[in-house]
């Protein structure tokens, strides 16, 4: 599931990417609300989280502007301002839900998985497939051939960010800012090695092989049979 983070507060952000990371979520981060609206208008996140004060552009008024433009994603709003009123005026501004600042991260959690379960229909938004390659997201599932295939958590990540580029050259850039969350190159194998165990995984027992190499280039998820 791909999430937006929009959200000021650095310590809170980084505590919420984390975690969502930690239980396999690819998180995309804007620490005001210009930015975020700019990111959210892509239309390519499952889920935004909305920090109802934000600089430049408050958080109403960044979901408002995503409803008049014809978004349809699910938001679920996080605020200090837990009164009745404040949760109606964030409801009626167009958010799908509405957590009160402090929360316990677990709470967190299961309300994106509930807004996610409400919104998306399962067969359409929440299984991926590349030829025999099956990816239930709500299951946490991967089987090829219709064999079970064990992943650990950033394994899963990884595999499902290639399995939405798929037919697409990733770069190593990409990945590390998108699976590990660096923005910088820390000079380490880890790609390598986490490749080598998921081709290990997907491909070695099976045909044809889907994850390959492009060399000077990054990696690519495709069925080299396809003409």
Known sequence: MNILLIEDDTHTASFIQKGLAES???VDHAADGEDGLHLASTGQYDVLIVDRMLPKRDGLSVIQALR???LTTPVLILS???EVDNRVEGLRAGG???LV???AFSELLARL???SRRTQPLQEQ???RLLDLEMDLMKRQVKRAGTVITLQPREFTLLEYLMRHTGQVVTRTMLLEKVWDYHFDPQTNVIDVHISRLRGKIDRDFDPPLLHTIRGAGYMLYD???A
Do not use: E, N
């Open 96 to 98: 799908d839900d509405y």
């Open 113 to 115: 998985q509930a807004l």
């Open 68 to 70: 008049t433009r014809g």
């Open 126 to 128: 929440t299984v991926l």
């Open 24 to 26: 396999g979520y690819i």
């Open 80 to 82: 200090a301002l837990g």
């Open 101 to 103: 600042k402090p929360y």
């Open 224 to 226: 080299p049979t396809a």
